[in-house]
């Protein structure tokens, strides 16, 4: 079974950065394609894909983080980043790693199975 910790949450003023990681343990299945994902939560709101990447590197953003994030991952380290730049106060939520495996990775959260235990990231205007 996977497991996954995320770190590197934090407090950051508009237009900072910040970088996410996320450390698995624990091995996927060779037989199938996998997905890791990063997801972002506020009180009150559902769950909120933000970036996927796939076993072959393909990644997809959702529209409100397109050329501000970037994830990324080292399989020697089995480790998910997330670079987020120009930080916004909307960006305000506690962030997740995910992991599942199937053919296509999808930004929805009821697709990913093993989820880490999250990170708070407040960006203040």
């Known amino acids: 079974q996977v497991q996954l910790r995320e770190s590197g949450g934090g407090s950051v003023q508009a237009g900072g950065s910040l970088s996410l990681s996320c450390a698995r343990s624990?091995?996927?299945?060779?037989?199938?394609?996998?997905?890791m994902g990063w997801f972002r939560q506020v009180p009150g709101k559902p769950r909120e894909g933000v970036a996927t990447v796939d076993s072959d590197g393909a990644t997809s953003y959702a529209d409100s983080v397109k050329g501000r994030f970037t994830i990324s991952t080292d399989n020697a380290k089995n480790t998910l980043y997330l670079q987020m730049n120009s930080l916004k106060p909307e960006d305000t939520a506690t962030y997740f790693c995910?992991?599942?495996?199937?053919?296509?990775?999808?930004?929805?959260?009821?697709?990913?199975?093993?989820w880490g235990q999250g990170t708070q990231v407040t960006v203040s205007s």
């Open positions: 995910a992991t599942t495996q199937r053919w296509w990775c999808l930004l929805d959260s009821d697709q990913y199975n093993d």
């Open positions: 624990g091995n996927f299945d060779s037989r199938y394609r996998y997905c």
